[in-house]
């Protein structure tokens, strides 16, 4: 069909596309895009040369995978480039080229490179190489050299030989089946069951895609509060649709298996591990499962714990229960992933000790396809934590890292906080479990005790918000925690300054600026919620805002005045050797630098000890005015961000950037409510006057006491709770 337009309404026409045309520019920077922008290249002679260096491609193979190598490559290149790129089919001429023949690679040993690993090599006569033993090794090299170019990197004299060095690299959706999302803050899950399998949302494959880019190879669907329904036939096809979906982004799908799955959904009256009816069951559940799914990879389990299920039910060890799943999953390679997240409601024992108390006895007592998954600190994903006693503990057993990406206790999505530097931080620690240079990175990737089955988790932060992380700023968490269990090598700094360039741009003040602001933001929310050691002062139920006063739970170990153990004396809790003694599960020196006041770094002091409040500080400050003084800096450094963002109105895109200002006003509120009601609360014990550097709190304890009421709302709660 034709259409006719008159003079005028053409020229109307015209100005309604061009004004179009800048409404779907500027939409399409909500932040769906992620770090996959793929915006033009602003430097006029980069880009020159990379048009010059890069106008045809060709990649090996016909696959489900290869194709999308080459339209990642076509996305890309025709993006960054803004220029046409050919895909050269009969592979004559092309400056590009991705192939799995690596042996014809001169002076290259394929034993240099994992499965999973892929070189990419420059030189003047034959153009640009990208090989890897798999398809999957060729869409992370792929995606590599795009992050070149999109960081604006040299090309000419690459030689690059990357490895991960994880295994299972593995996103945990704590989602339900009915799309809430336990401390998720980016709104609902992603997972729409009700329309699976049929329905295929685009989200799913933005999703494979995404991770795939930085190197992410599995994904836990569901809540280690586990459903056992996700296990019915009903469910599984859905599960089905969405391993199908990620198989040739190189994505494996794993499940939550609830403990008590043979009862509730099995119909038998027990799910004891030893009872030969319940093997039977999880075998044949096993065999199901992988009728549907040839290369599921197997199951998380959340067992006794939190009122969770397990094999302590029926008298029975976490061994028993693990192993039992393990020897169902084993003829078909599947792994299972046993939480060691556990603390009794019986136990008089410290709670950061129970976990090392309860898994280290069965070291040596699992089935060789289970992995223990420890969290990065003993009690609970809080601001800072000294790094978990398990580390390095069970040498005879895979312990693999679980981390948290979703900002459960820290300022959930209302608040920017980097959290690649508090990884690092434990990665990095020494257990010297084997001695000095035991650090915690050896023992998840399995190198210290040399064990081949390796992994790291992170609990997503993944939601239907249309930037899907909720804080524009939270998607630099996704993205760090990929590139880190890709490479515990890289520098936070390194991944914050990729992270700003392909996701605002590569203008070099507003890099610097925004990776600063990074850089600082971890230190800056532990300084305003939980200086010197402090923990789970967080209010209750959601943990969102402060609620040190809060002791009326049902758990003495729930509650924050547990953790605190503020009294006339002083703050922090004793776990030297005359306190609980949690420093004996760390091995010499840790254990005797930790049982020391003197020794202990003032970031773990009040994990640690139990100090006065006028025990002098490093500062020469005593104990309570460096606590004022700690809350206070926070708060000034927010202001600084609030400065830093303002500075940058204009380098960035209109839309984010007044998301971003936003937040930062709700971040300074949030971080003068906690400096208030602490330092508030805190008084009560202390009796001394707040510091002249701190700005008084305005409002009285019993005001701080009614607003953390007032939030019943605050998303990410628990449904049960
Ligand atoms: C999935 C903390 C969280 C819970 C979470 C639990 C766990 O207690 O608050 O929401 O439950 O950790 O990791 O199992």
Known sequence: MLFYFPRPVKSKLILFITILASAIQSYAENGYDLWLRYQKIENPEMLAHYRETIHSFSVEGNSP???????????????????????????????????????????????????????????????????????????????????????????????????PKVDRRILNHWDNLDRTSERGYAGFSIWDWHKLPVYLDKRYTDYARANASIGINGTVLTNVNANALILTPQYLEKVKALADLFRPYGIKVYLTARFSAPIE???????????????????????????????????????????????????????????????????????VMWRAFVYSNEEPVDRAMQAYNE????????????????????????????????????????????????????????????????????????TYAKGKGSPVAKVIDGSLFEHDLNGIAGVANIGTDINWTGHPMAQSNWY???????????????????????????????????????????????????PLGLNHLMATGHHYGPGPWVDYLPRADWNPTYFHRADKEGVGFDRTEKGSNAVNQYFSPLSKVFNSRKKTPEKFLLWFHHVKWDDKMKSDRILWEELG????????????????????????????????????????????????????YFQTFSEMPFPDFMVTPTKDLEYFKKKEKSTPYAPGTRPQW
């Open 480 to 530: 760090a925690f990929g590139r880190l269990t890709w490479n515990s090598e890289l520098t936070a700094r390194t991944i914050a300054e990729e992270w700003v360039r392909m996701t605002f741009g590569n203008e070099g003040k507003m890099v610097s600026t925004i990776c600063n602001m990074l850089m600082s933001s971890w230190e800056t929310s532990i300084n305003y919620m939980t």
């Open 359 to 430: 898994f280290k006895p069965l070291d040596g007592q699992f089935e060789n396809n289970v992995i223990v998954q420890v969290k990065n600190g003993p009690i609970d994903f809080q601001p800072r934590e000294p790094f978990h006693p398990l580390f390095g503990a069970m040498p005879q057993t895979p312990v693999m890292m679980e981390f948290q990406i979703t900002q459960e206790y820290l300022g959930q999505a209302t608040q920017m906080v980097y959290l690649a530097p508090m990884y690092k931080e434990v990665l990095d620690s020494d």
């Open 629 to 680: 003084w700690k809350y206070q800096s926070g708060i000034n450094e927010v202001r600084t961000f609030i400065d830093q963002w303002e500075s940058l109105k204009g380098s960035i895109d209109d839309e984010r950037h007044q998301q971003v200002s936003m937040l930062l006003q709700i971040q300074l509120d949030e971080a003068i409510w906690w400096k208030d009601a602490c330092m508030t």
């Open 65 to 163: 995978t290869t194709e999308i190598i080459k339209s990642e490559l076509e996305r890309g290149l025709i993006g960054l480039l803004d220029t046409t790129i050919k895909t050269d089919e009969d592979n004559s001429s092309v400056q590009l080229k991705l192939t799995r023949s690596i042996d014809e690679i001169e002076g290259f040993a394929t034993k240099e490179l994992h499965d999973e690993g892929y070189i990419i090599r420059s030189s003047n006569l034959s153009g640009i190489i990208i090989a890897s033993p798999t398809e999957i090794g060729l869409l992370y090299g792929t995606f590599h050299f795009l992050r070149l170019l999109q960081t604006q990197q040299e090309i000419d004299q690459l030689n690059i030989i990357d490895n």
């Open 265 to 335: 959904i099995g119909g038998l009256e027990t799910a004891d591990p030893l009872e030969k009816s319940v093997q039977k069951w999880w075998n044949e559940k096993a065999k199901e499962i992988y009728s549907y799914i040839p290369d599921f990879g197997g199951f998380l389990v959340k067992a006794n714990s939190e009122g969770q299920p397990g094999p302590q039910n029926y008298g029975r060890t976490h061994a028993d229960g693990a192993n039992m799943l393990a020897e169902a999953l084993q003829p078909f390679g599947g792994i």
